[in-house]
């Protein structure tokens, strides 16, 4: 994903948080015995969400252990081994591939291709094992590319193909749950996709590339209505999630739902409105000095 799905560590207690880590570091051993370093490159905080999720939901036998690693050489942490948490080391393959290729394809950045030639062989056995998530993939890939080609203004049909992606990636597989993991996936990713479109947008609109909501910004409400949005988004997606069974680590769960998934949405907006702040007070240096100029020539 993005970097959006993560925790507000203030409001963690120190066990909870001990467990977070135990989950992070339990994908990078999973990621390094599966994929190599390659896999481990890929490794991201995004994809805890789901192993903890699932874990969770489905409880069941984990393995605990402290461990050091080359990043934590002085100390040992938790790391926790499950089957959920391979699931979540293999989905975070799978979606850095399709990942990588969309950024050849965007930018032709020759680093992504390399990175996405040294995942390849290893995404074959994933494309056998999940095809389900596999073609989820690749569908959100070409139907982005389309709303790009055209420069679609459907916002929720772009933010749609990110939450058809998720919902298929947080159902592992197909059971009674079904139903209330997909839809939840399917609100997250459309709030991870509008959060990304969101934080890229001035870079975007400098590069003169697509971004959806490049048309809504013209709106003179653009911040209030998209903070709705989110809201909405993130709204259905508790929903959904309290419809689940889960007792094993929930106040992790609803930390990262109710508050963690808004800390970098604070930030970004903190960001702009500094830049914007920076370019109003560089406008009205400009215009004192233009003052300044036209009364010295009097």
């Not at 507000?8 to 570091?25: D, M, S, T, V, W």
């Not at 080391?89 to 291709?113: K, Q």
């Not at 389900?132 to 772009?158: F, M, T």
Request: aromatic residues 12%.
């Amino acid at each position: 994903m993005f970097g959006y799905v993560t925790i507000n560590k203030p409001e963690l207690k120190i066990r909870e948080f001990q467990r977070y880590q135990g989950y992070y570091c339990g994908i990078c051993r999973s990621l390094r015995l599966r994929y190599g370093f390659s896999g481990q490159m890929a490794l991201n905080y995004d994809m805890v969400f789901l192993a903890a999720l699932l874990t969770g939901l489905y409880e069941g036998k984990e393995y605990l252990a402290l461990r050091r690693c080359a990043l934590h050489p002085a100390e040992k942490h938790l790391s926790i081994q499950n089957p959920y948490i391979d699931y979540a080391a293999d989905m975070t393959v799978l979606f850095a591939w399709h990942n990588l290729m969309d950024d050849w394809e965007d930018d032709r950045n020759p680093c992504s291709l390399a990175a996405a030639g040294m995942l390849k062989k290893k995404c074959t056995a994933l494309k056998g094992r999940y095809p389900r998530q596999w073609r989820a993939a690749g569908s959100c890939i070409r139907k982005l590319h389309g709303y790009e080609r055209e420069k679609s203004p459907d916002l929720d049909g772009a933010a749609g193909c990110m939450g058809a992606l998720l919902g298929e990636i947080l159902v592992r597989e197909k059971d009674q749950w079904e139903e209330p993991l997909r839809a939840m996936g399917f609100y997250l990713g459309k709030f991870v996709y509008l959060m990304d479109a969101y934080e890229d947008l001035a870079q975007d609109e400098r590069k003169g590339r697509y971004n959806p909501l490049s048309r809504e910004k013209e709106r003179p409400d653009f911040e209030d209505w998209f903070a709705q949005v989110m809201t909405m988004m993130m709204a259905g997606c508790a929903r959904e999630f309290e419809r689940l069974p889960i007792l094993k680590d929930v106040a992790i769960l609803r930390n990262i739902l109710y508050a963690g998934v808004w800390t970098k949405y604070d930030l970004i907006r903190k960001r702009q409105g500094s830049h914007q702040k920076e370019t109003v007070t560089s406008s009205e240096r400009n215009a004192e000095r233009e003052r300044e100029n036209w009364h010295g020539s009097i």
